[in-house]
């Protein structure tokens, strides 16, 4: 049984967390702790891991404080930035048994997608990311689906294959999509989805697609109780729920 | 069972016709004519009807025998204008029992899928077109999307609908696609492919997809048959498959 | 504008009902009535339809005051039998101008799906229904399946429409999924998932495939106000939604 | 360059192979035998690597003379045994420059298909597969789909995962698929598929899917190309192209 402590446990994120936590069969949610609670109940709780889902303001302290009392960490909460992940780095040496993940995105099917779009870019002729979200989205194309690009721009190039086919020769401005890094990415914009993905891969004959659809918040919580589940087994820091996932 | 000739019957569309026509339990091919060939075997084997599946330079040749004659016809050649047209007509207003059908497209899919978008528009807030095709495709979007697009835009100033949502205020050129009259259109090109489409719709909550995928040439032998079946019960100049189609 | 009152207003749907009709441009919200709320307030407020979701007890209570005082009704409340539609057809025999929507179901998509399914059935070979839904549903396949299915049955024997093509001679149990009146459903039961159906037809080359995707209980509140703008133009009873859609 | 001799070039698969190499930058096809031809033209030509898609009955006798003269093999042709794979690997034990690779399945498609669901399985409460076919199919589910179920299965007990939710209580024979494994398969008939498979796995709040559509027979040469590439560099016996795709 892993004991676990929430830190940001009343927010609406780390709520959905201390949910999953106590839904999850091998885990114990042992300490709730938000704004104005102690941080010495994780330790009198006796939490292996902690999952911190706070502010950019609270998060640092939160770590320093895990780190000295050898509790590991998994941190969902923004603003990490080099100086930052340094800082970490020299904590964790001082406490080599201890592991801090940090991840930007707790997307599990995300991740999967952007990996095995990746993997399987450099056989194929043609890929195309279509990404498809509510019409309040103000960037397009979506984070995600830039991201997705690079990486198969980059695996493609890795693999040194040809740029891809593409006979287009007259038309309507932007109905090629954006290109990113040479893959193309189509943005489109319905009321009533939330936000989904789809990359197709496509040689004589065949064609593979992988879609991720992504319907509702909780859909963070599996990769963050993975990430509570392997920690322990990471000392020092990590970057990226995809180092976790034992697939890579 | 309803007696048919074949005029183009050794061409590589009307070779499928005369298959299609074969296997068809309530047809009989009773001509299959070619260039050289004399049309008079279409009186003497009694065909109650014609498909046309020829060239512009005979096709209005053929027609004035088969409209003399009292023989409905069923055409997919193209070359057709205002001109040609107004002929046809002229000649069916001697012969009042005679009726031909001039299709410049006889995929049943690509037909419904026009009229059913064009049917939901009104109901949704939003509706965008991805059309999907192989790389050598030299046109984009293809003219079947645009047909749609054009469709869909049309259906909805008529019902009064308003302009649709997106907040798109930042991103990349061409990610949202071309504007078709205000609808969106996504061609992506990706080898492997043949010739697809797809129409999502989407109100609070809900989308609605309508996709038309075409594998192969063969799928335009419903449609022809279809019309063989229909024509002689509408005399005079019919243009477009979705006439006879019953639904509407 | 379209002054409108809402039965049930406190409720999860009817809460939803209030929003729609507030957001909607062409309509005003007048009166707000639930349980223990005097039925007067919809006349004094002049409103000129009512929305009733509330309960089997109340809803013939409430749509007598409402033909009584001249005011349209669109109804989402369970529970009519016939002998409770002829008792309205009764009543609105006295008040000739009144009109009344009775639906079991006010998802435009889903209607839309179903009587497209049902239109296009008869110009393919083949048409299989599949249904994905949350897996703690207790049925399979889900009620607007089977209903889809006889549908598409009836579309296709009323046309006079062969059999289904299926070589299949060997296999395992229930490969093929379930039978409903010679339509194949299959029911596919996945965490995450919603409510989502897809209708597949085919013919020789090509493909048409229909699909709705339901992802929140707000879908509904389209329909209903659809029901509202047009009640007033359909005196007497009328059940089901599809019949105040205007493309049937 | 790579050398490349094709054994069954006027074969309907062989002369698809020949086409491809004589496509690729990186190949010279310098040897096309057939039933009736020297195999000596393997050597006086130079070919550093052979293609067989031949018969049962001739594909040994190629092989060992081959394994003799040095050179790689890429192996489509069926009917390998584990007596005959033993012969391969005696005398390769020989020949410790040469690599011979067996494959049943040169699509990369239903072979990254496979992969991707067996490494995603693990991460999902739920996975369903649903294979599309023509309707002239023999059996159901498909060859692939059971082993992609199978793979899933094993992938899901190796990591200790729970059975999957499903609360259906009521409804219809077959609606739920056939389990394969504990794993669900839906196998849907319809006209104008060819070959598709569709894995959906899902978790709370997002679901992730892999397709694969088989449209042509030609899909095939990218795997065989791929395995002419890289059989230098993997002395001795390799089956399955699964372990020369460099993601494994």
Chains 1, 2, 3, 4 share one sequence.
């Not at 990486?151 to 090629?176: F, N, Q, Y």
């Not at 593979?208 to 820091?237: K, M, Y």
């Amino acid at each position: 049984m892993i004991t676990v402590g929430v830190l940001g446990a009343r927010g609406r994120v780390g709520s959905e967390v201390c949910r999953g936590v106590e839904a999850a069969a091998d885990m114990e949610l042992v300490a709730a702790v938000d704004v104005g609670d102690d941080l010495d109940s994780l330790v009198t709780s006796g939490a292996r891991a902690v999952v911190d889902f706070t502010h950019p303001d609270a998060v640092m302290d939160n770590l320093e404080f895990c780190i000295d009392h050898g509790i590991h960490a998994v941190v969902g909460t923004t603003g990490f930035d080099d100086a930052r992940l340094d800082t970490l780095r020299r904590w964790l040496a001082d406490a080599p048994s201890v592991g801090v993940l940090i991840a930007p995105n707790f997307s599990i099917g995300a991740i999967l997608m952007m990996r095995f779009a990746a993997a399987a870019a450099p056989y194929y002729e043609s890929v195309e990311v279509v990404e498809l979200h509510h019409p309040t989205k103000a960037d397009a194309p979506s984070g995600t689906a830039r991201r997705t690009a690079e990486l198969i721009a980059a695996a493609r190039r890795e693999a040194g294959v040809d740029a891809m086919p593409d006979a287009t020769s007259t038309g309507l401005d932007g109905a090629r999509g954006a290109d990113v890094d040479g893959v193309r990415v189509h943005s489109v914009r319905v009321r009533g989805l939330v936000a989904h993905q789809e990359v197709l891969l496509g040689g004589p004959g065949e064609t593979l697609t992988i879609r991720h659809d992504s319907l509702d918040r909780a859909s963070f919580v599996p990769g963050v109780l993975t990430g509570v589940r392997e920690i322990a087994a990471r000392p020092g820091l990590t970057v990226g729920l995809e180092h976790v996932l034992g697939f890579i």
